[in-house]
């Protein structure tokens, strides 16, 4: 009965691979968010979808593309990884609303990727 | 562009000790604020949050903050600090009109037993 989790924990690959990491959230939200967090644990806000409408997308290299087939769900697929990208990506949903009165979010348990 | 401030970035404190961190941003309409803490290895998990009413608010585990709207801050406090308190704070803020949350760059509390 895990709110917000992801998959996988541990990713581990070479550079050039490509990699999806996936996100559910069964809290019932409406919008969806994807952190990088770095090695000095610099929350990065990269993405996020509301009702699977793209709304932020922040500066992010085009490798990154996201995906939202429904509300529960937000995916992350990355194209020809590079070292720069290990780091923490933290899945993570919430209520918002755009004017005022925004839910706290809640965050998965993190994916650990790591580029060699 | 609004920003989130951290001035504290590592905290060590022996138990039993006050604690207080700084928060400031930048921004001068309505905000709604928040701390996060994150436990070595594991994921944010909010300790509370302030959205209206009264500025003093109290969260989980003996934490409180306060808003101070002149000040654009929401320092957090707790009287007395545990070993287990040990980890990673974040202030966050969204503002009205986004559905952004811009987060502080953390402090890193250690607590000596």
């Known amino acids: 009965d895990t709110a917000v989790s992801q998959t996988p924990k541990y990713l581990v690959t070479q550079m050039g691979n490509d990699k999806s990491i996936k996100c559910e959230q069964n809290l019932g939200h409406d919008t969806m968010y994807w952190y990088k967090q770095d090695s000095k644990k610099f929350l990065k806000i990269m993405f996020s979808?509301?009702?699977?409408?793209?709304?932020i997308n922040e500066t992010v290299p085009n490798r990154f593309s996201p995906k939202s087939p429904d509300k529960a769900h937000l995916n992350l697929h990355i194209n020809s990884l590079e070292l720069g990208d290990s780091a923490v990506y933290f899945c993570a949903s919430s209520q918002a609303h755009r004017l005022a009165g925004a839910d706290e979010q809640f965050f998965g348990p993190g994916t650990r990727l790591t580029v060699l | 562009a609004q920003s989130v401030s951290q001035h504290n970035h590592h905290v060590i404190l022996s138990e039993a000790a006050s604690l207080e961190l700084g928060c400031n941003y930048s921004?001068?309409?309505?905000?709604?604020l928040f701390w996060y803490v994150q436990y070595p290895g594991q994921h944010l998990q909010l300790l509370l949050k302030?959205?209206?009413?009264?500025?003093l608010v109290k969260g989980i585990k003996g934490f409180e903050a306060e808003f101070i709207k002149s000040k654009f801050s929401f320092n957090l406090r707790k009287p007395s600090v545990q070993w287990s308190d040990t980890a990673e704070y974040f202030c966050a803020v969204k503002t009205s009109g986004t559905y952004k949350y811009i987060f502080g760059t953390g402090t890193r509390l250690k607590v000596l037993a």
């Open positions: 979808y509301n009702n699977k409408e793209l709304i």
């Open positions: 302030y959205f209206s009413g009264d500025p």
């Open positions: 921004y001068g309409g309505t905000v709604n």
